[in-house]
């Protein structure tokens, strides 16, 4: 554990990411595998499912500090970190004992899980008084899952790749997975992370994914576009989909689902293990996971139904049914596809969806429709469902920019973000590289709206003890109207400077109407425009509407409370 | 009855007709330290702690200033006024006001940690004793002086054999010394910036011993030398062309705020030391019980929370509306930015407009 804490520290004593990179690359070579499989699992993000509630974690730091819960709660308001007030509170330690961080985390933390609550607390007493207040920092971390240090799991892939001596790719790929909920991080599986280039070949028999390519922002205006770009005729054009990012793979006969967060959401999406199984071993698919009906993308708030649960009934897949919408083909036939180019991988991806539509066809006369014999084991309402789950995200045309921004123009109407633009010669990269050509994404403005700050909250980590979060409110009626409220809609806490932030936290603390807990009410005289990326009805929001993304665009220091939008301006951005 | 109230323009004893530390001008101002949120100028006569005097007069100008030696009293309109050492910094003093067998004490800031620069916090007995509480939350608790020195030269040194400057950045009047008194001159040439050594000559004159420093003018002559310098400055400094001559350098900031990692994260710095001269929370409550005061008025930093937890332990307890802060937990939010640099860095911004403490700083 020491080592581990020391690790720690020295991540978080400096900004630099090659100092960074220096003290992960000196920890694994020196860690046993058994404690360097664990810090690996934990700097890629790793959390095992809560050890100990949060309540019951606080309740064991009130007791050892001897202090009451409002004081504990004035404490951590002011440090912004459950972890960090813990190991400024509790008295001081015995004797700290050489424990590794496997030994810690296998024999002493992951028991704690389930428990009688006075047993877990005699334990916590016995565990952090074998630890120094760095330490404790630590191991609060790991109970409580927010290991964030500022390390990217690029960079930790840099580290590992570095003391493997393998290319960063290849590590990326190994590392797919590695973090799983489920996962416990045995000195093998670190070991196999380390293991030589060719290893990797070998191992293709489960269903990892490949490292998702990311897209970036473009942002220039559309007469810089031939200049920037070239001719419309190098690119591959898409609509930008408001879905979730996955990769469908099929090998020996199972079908795996990841999302763009490298989760496995298989379980979830029926559909798209029906799809998996019209495919032959060996294949791999990108796309975008959309609510699919009619002919058209529905939208997100449809999918995020599906999302809160584990286990879809009869009536949210009726009612919100998936497809895949396949834009790239990264596996075929037990061949990494990546490294062609983006047009030839187009090209056999459109070759596959004939396939597949073809046996998809053969298979609803043989017994996949709505008289089937056997109803599908997942879910049996999916016989009668389209006969395949496959859409081919369609490739758009334009003989210049302009013609393109014509088209782009259209995104609302057809409920996508706007366009993506992939370079025809580029090759599958990793993460957002731009070396071997480049994916943008060319979106839309976000929808915009003026709204006036009603509600602040104190923000956590760097911002602890500033007031950074914010509540935002629409007025219910027109500026004539004598007796109209502001009423709240949008809760954002990003797009200002630390400058912005700083000036607006003096403001919240001069106009505080009332205070509650965190949060304080402050006389509504600060005007934001809020941009957003969607819009939808709400019955569980005040103002009826709910937003996506919501985040300041500008301070409008020139716009008074009275300026700002009205419940009606926002209601009139709602699909009709 | 109220022998100290809170006006408008300051602290006020009504039977003797002074204020204590008046953020406006007054006709009689009693002064508790010299920094800038507790000495103002524009009143007409001050009275301070003798040790005090030449960075007063350094900071407030030609001021008619009378000053009196820690334990001396003098009696004006009838109320005994003395001044008692308060541990803050240089010339720091608890104001004793006994009027009518009554005693009150006002202690402006103080600290009962050890400090070679200062005389150590006195205890005072007291009916009613008026507090700071800048740190006034469990999560304060501070090492000894010894161990902060003790980890300041080890930075130092390894950035020094590491052929990199070491610039820590902390308040110019009382932090700085206290940092120069601890710091271990083997390990390279110690620079201060103009800000630091004005109040350096005030210290010197007081008779306190400091380690030879150099301008940055007479250091800057051997490259070599100045690679494993330390450098006192201000945070003002930060960032600006008078700290980028120093090249490719490691910093560091030494305040109480430091604690919290949140604060060290958005000052950006290399390196948090946690070194204060305001009491942490538990020399709160030792100097609040040692003077045996049964009731304690709050005037700035963390007030309701000490106001409730005073109350709880049955010591009845208020607070003062004062500007030597705006409230409990603004030090550390803006302590990122030069117009924030309150006066002691361990201490509130103010609403007050810069002072010139800190245009001095901004040299």
Redesign the interface.
Known sequence: MKAFAELYARL????SSNAKLAAMCDYFRAAPPADAAWAAYFLAGGKPRQLVPVKLLRQYVMTA?G??E??YE??Y?????MA??LS??LPEPGVADDAGLAEWVEQRLLPLRGLPPEEVLTRLASLFDRLDAHGRFVCAKLITGSMRVGVSKLLLTRALATVAGVEATHMAQRLIGYTDIGARPAPQAYLDLLAPESFDAEARSDGQPYPFFLAHPLAVPLDRLPDLLGPTSDWLVEWKWDGIRAQVVRRAGQTWVWSRGEELVSERFPELLRLGELLSDGTVIDGEIVVWREGRVQPFAQLQRRLGRKNVGARLLADAPVVLLAYDLLELEGVDMRSQPQAARRAALERLADQIAHRSHAEGLRGGGPEADEPHELAPDLARAPPSFLVLSPLLHGDDWTALEAQRAESRALGVEGMMLKAAGSTYGVGRTRETGIWWKWKIDPYSIDAVLIYAQRG???????YTDYTFAVWDGPPQSKERRLVPFAKAYSGLT??EI?AV??IV?KTTVEKFGPVRSVEPSQVFELGFEGISRSTRHKSGVAVRFPRMLRWRQDKGVADADTLQTLSELLPS | MELIVARPEGLYCPPGDFHIDPWRPVDRAVITHAHSDHARSGSRHYMAAQGGEAVLRGRLGDIDLQVMAYGEALTHNGVRISLHPAGHVLGSAQVRVEYQGEVWVASGDYKLGDDPTCAPFEPVPCEVFITESTFG?????WESGDVLAEQINAWWAANAAAGRASVLYCYAFGKAQRVLCGLDTGIGPIVVHGAVENVNRGYRAAGVALPPVLRVDEAQADKAALRRAIVLAPPSARGTSWTRRFGDHADGFASGWM?????R??R?V??GFVLSDHADWPGLQTAIGACGASRVIVTHG?VP?LV??LN?AGISAQAFDTAYG??E??G???S??AE?AADGDDARPRAEPASASESEEAQ
């Open positions: 978080d004593a400096t900004t500090s202090i009451t409002w004081l004035e404490c308001q002011a440090v912004g970190d960090e007030t400024l509170l956590h980590g760097r911002r602890a003890s500033l630390d400058e700083r936290d003096a603390r | 939350l469990p999560i304060y608790r604690q919290v990692r949140g604060a994260r958005r950006g290399d390196r963390q929370v409730r937890w709880e705006d409230e937990d603004e550390p939010s803006a990122g930015s924030g």
